[in-house]
């Protein structure tokens, strides 16, 4: 039988860049804040200057990411109303009540962290002395430290898990329906994470060490989501996982899904070796291309998966949806995501964050990178 | 009960328009309280069970001919690049036959277990008492998790309002015993709409009568949108060649293509 489809209607995507970039920075904060959770937790100071990074970049895509959100309301005043009117059998609704406690929980703790840093400035004789003497609260005890990360990682927990179940169970889009999706999201997450750390440690840090010891970290990473994705394959080619292989028919012969196919292997191919054969000096390179790799699973994922029509023939024009407003859209979230980041290493005492204190008594010496 | 255009027309003799509640056999209710899902706003027969909508095309009598598309578009102000239905129009070569012309009128299909309503973070989409999935507009903060649930490609956001926008089954028209505008213009009586909880409503008298359909029955939706002549090569995705698209040169989100 052939079948030619004369008159039908296009569906552009209803979730738009901004929704990319929401996922792509949540995923990325909080796997960063995952990485420096338990080098503050449990005392480990030789990972500090791993762990500051982590922290810069887990702060930082923390509070861009949901501005990006709320930028993909069509809506945005009425956000309220995901709190008025919860919805309990919607992840959705139950991610509106995490994401607050998690930007919170992860700015909360920061300023815990640096706390001790921050009211020492505001002791010394100079200009803006008041300014540090306001942010410490009048004191720099942060005994409270280890809860506040224990709560603060359980809600990162919970914005994985939101997150990847919130797309996995739209039953009307196979290519989001596969249960390996929250893990891919996830996995993902900490290569875009120790990517962003890697050029941050290029342009902050310069310690060939902590390079090398985040090159390895981004291997392993790389491994994890490669594995993934055979496995994704292996499940859709075989017929072991129905939900898999509609996934796979739903964009299998496309020449563009072909290229994306490429693409994406390319993109964790080439940073693997990269990384694996010279992780010294290319943090750089390695570095942009993680980076790119998870903002890229993202975008295929979103706006490839709403090209695919749910009854209609072929495919929609929607990888590149609402043209350059979507573009500047993405450009727009990437420069506030920068302003903070300028504003973090300036105005914070970054690197004198150090291990908190056990108890009310004398501050454990910190030592910066 | 009259539940097309023709029918509706042969009544017309009989009945004013203000009397066409009784061409339905139903009770008018306030359509204010239907956001309150009050039982006042459920539509109910003299007998007093309680209506449940469904609507059956009869693809033998589609002619493709949009009417019902641009009746929906002027009944409903739907924004100009957008549908709440439309006759998707298909050539379908079979067993080296002549090319048939091959109509499927699409519109929300009202399922009993609709995938877009547990979604919604807010319960602004939600199915009323009388079948219709609807939403409730002022509550809506247009996330637009429901267009991505929705398995028909039936829902979208309404870029004049800024949020989430269906076929309602002309709840307003229903409300005061008319029929969806879609039924009434419909040309070759190919949209049928009646009361599926009466036994002796129409359209209940073609689905015992005649092999129906739904579309994508493999999500177990359960449908209130039944098909007569449905081949099941269009009945999913249809895996064919697209028709031409043009390119996205502007914020559009629906455009018609040929």
Redesign the interface.
């Known amino acids: 039988?052939?079948?030619?489809?004369?008159?039908?209607?296009?569906?552009?995507a209803?979730?738009l860049p901004w929704a990319v970039q929401y996922f792509f920075l949540i995923a990325i904060s909080t796997t960063a804040f995952l990485m420096a959770l338990p080098t503050f937790v449990l005392g480990n100071e030789d990972g500090l200057p791993r762990a500051r990074l982590a922290l810069m970049v887990a702060v930082t895509t923390g509070i861009t990411a949901p501005i990006a959100l709320l930028a993909?309301?069509?809506?945005p005043f009425?956000?309220w109303?995901?709190y008025?009117?919860?919805?309990t059998?919607?992840?959705?609704?139950w991610g509106?009540w995490i994401v607050p406690v998690y930007v919170g929980g992860v700015i909360a703790f920061a300023w815990a962290l640096h706390r001790p840093a921050l009211h020492a400035m505001g002791q010394e004789n100079w200009r803006f002395a008041w300014v540090f003497r306001w942010l410490a609260l009048g004191g720099e005890t942060n005994w409270f430290v280890i809860p506040l990360g224990l709560i603060t990682g359980a809600a990162a927990l919970g914005i994985l898990t939101y997150t990847g179940m919130?797309v996995m169970?739209?039953?009307?889009?196979p290519l989001?329906n596969t249960p390996l999706l929250p893990l891919q999201f996830a996995a993902t997450g900490f290569v875009g994470a120790l990517g962003m750390m890697l050029m941050l440690e290029r342009v902050l840090d310069h310690s060939k060490t902590l390079e090398v010891r985040l090159n390895r970290q981004l291997v392993f990473a790389l491994a994890v989501v490669g594995g993934l994705g055979a496995i994704w394959f292996t499940l859709a080619r075989s017929g072991l996982s129905s939900a898999h292989t509609e996934a796979l028919t739903?964009v299998a012969g496309f020449t563009v899904w072909r290229m994306i196919a490429i693409w994406g292997g390319l993109a964790i191919a080439v940073p693997f070796v990269i990384a694996l054969i010279q992780p010294a000096h290319t943090g750089w390179l390695t570095g942009l291309i993680a980076i790119h790799a998870a903002w890229m699973f993202r975008w295929t994922v979103f706006m490839g998966g709403?090209a695919?029509?749910?009854?209609?023939?072929?495919?929609?024009?929607a990888l590149m949806?609402?043209?350059v407003?979507g573009l500047l859209g993405v450009i727009g979230t990437f420069g506030l995501w920068l302003f903070l980041l300028i504003a973090y290493t300036t105005f914070m005492p970054w690197t004198e964050a150090g291990l908190p204190r056990r108890s009310a008594g004398a501050p454990r010496p910190a030592r910066s990178i | 009960m009259d539940t097309n255009r023709r029918g509706f027309l042969g009544a017309i003799g009989r009945v004013t328009i203000g009397a066409a509640a009784s061409i339905a056999g139903v009770t008018e209710a306030s359509a204010s309280e239907i956001a309150t899902g009050g039982p006042e706003s459920a539509v109910k027969t003299k007998d007093g069970h309680t209506v449940h909508w469904g609507m059956v095309v009869d693809l033998r009598k589609c002619i493709g001919c949009q009417a019902c598309t641009v009746a929906c578009i002027m009944e409903n102000d739907v924004p100009e690049d957008s549908f709440r239905t439309h006759v998707s129009v298909y050539e379908v070569l079979k067993d080296r036959q002549d090319p048939a012309m091959v109509m499927l009128p699409r519109l929300c299909n009202h399922c009993d277990d609709p995938p877009c309503v547990p979604v919604c973070p807010v319960e602004a989409t939600f199915k009323a008492e009388n079948g219709e999935v609807l939403v409730d507009a002022s509550r809506c903060v247009g996330c637009a998790y429901c267009v991505q649930a929705c398995p028909y490609d039936a829902r979208f956001i309404n870029h004049e309002t800024q949020t989430a926008d269906k076929c309602t089954f002309c709840y307003h028209r229903t409300q005061e015993g008319l029929l969806p505008a879609c039924v009434e213009t419909c040309v070759g009586g190919a949209r049928n709409f009646g009361d599926l909880n009466d036994p002796d409503s129409e359209v209940s008298r073609m689905l015992r009568d005649n092999e129906v359909s739904v579309l994508r029955p493999e999500m177990h939706t359960n449908p209130n949108v039944y098909y007569i002549g449905l081949d099941e090569a269009l009945d999913g995705r249809v895996a064919g060649e697209a028709a031409y698209h043009p390119p996205l040169t502007s914020n559009t989100h629906h455009e018609e293509s040929l």
């Open positions: 039988m052939e079948i030619h489809e004369l008159v039908g209607a296009v569906h552009d209803a979730w993909d309301l069509h809506q009425r956000f109303e995901f008025a009117y919860t919805h059998t919607s992840w959705m609704a509106a919130e169970i739209v039953r009307a889009r989001w739903s709403q695919v029509p749910k009854v209609g023939s072929g495919l929609y024009d949806p609402t043209g407003a």
